[in-house]
């Protein structure tokens, strides 16, 4: 069965362009998650969503960054006015549900590099 | 979610099990502890988790204390494939499994 799927893989932009990132989760999954990855460190938490609202967007760095996920599959992460900073790896995950004991199931990312 | 300690990077000899220690020494009573790896250029991968019995998969072994201070991940015979940054996570139960990731082990398996 096909995992979660990320497009693009590699997005190259110039700073102060705007970027859009997809997450496609594994079919029937009701959760959703981004997270940032930095070049050696950890994967940073940046929002979840549970169906079609966001349950958690804490980890936003700031007001240019949102994300969507209006039918309760697909999710897109927006960045606008983008900046060097902004550079990582964004990484998508889903699980069947929220709470009890289950698992996320990450996809490959996607490398944002902006210059 | 508790604070977890593990070391920056370990090796192992391939064939040979590896150990992979973590300090959670703040963990509460209703926080399970998750191990993900994450292979180079790819997504962390779920291994195996547990709450306070020692719990066993294809994957892996996790050995947790009597306390809940601290766990072990025991891969029993380590291959090449398995060199990987390792990442211990506590997590509370039914807290939209967000995960917390910290700086986790880089584990290099040699031939």
Known sequence: G???SQTPSNKVTEKGKYVE???DPISGHTAL???RQSLGQGPEFLIYFQGTG???DSGLPNDRFFAVRPEGSVSTLKIQRTE???SAV???ASSPRTGGTGELFFGEGSRLTVL | DA???QPPSMDCAEGRAANLPCNHSTISGNEY???YRQIHSQGPQYIIHGLKNNETNEMASLIITEDRKSSTLILPHATLRDTAVYYCIVRVANAGNMLTFGGGTRLMVKP
Do not use: E, S
Request: include cysteine; charge should be positive; charged fraction near 20%.
């Open chain 1, 84 to 86: 060097r900073g902004d």
């Open chain 1, 21 to 23: 990132l997809r997450c």
């Open chain 1, 90 to 92: 964004y990484l998508c």
């Open chain 2, 3 to 5: 604070k977890t300690t």
């Open chain 1, 54 to 56: 966001a349950a958690d």
């Open chain 2, 33 to 35: 502890v998750y191990w």
């Open chain 1, 2 to 4: 096909a995992g979660v």
């Open chain 1, 33 to 35: 998650y981004w997270y």
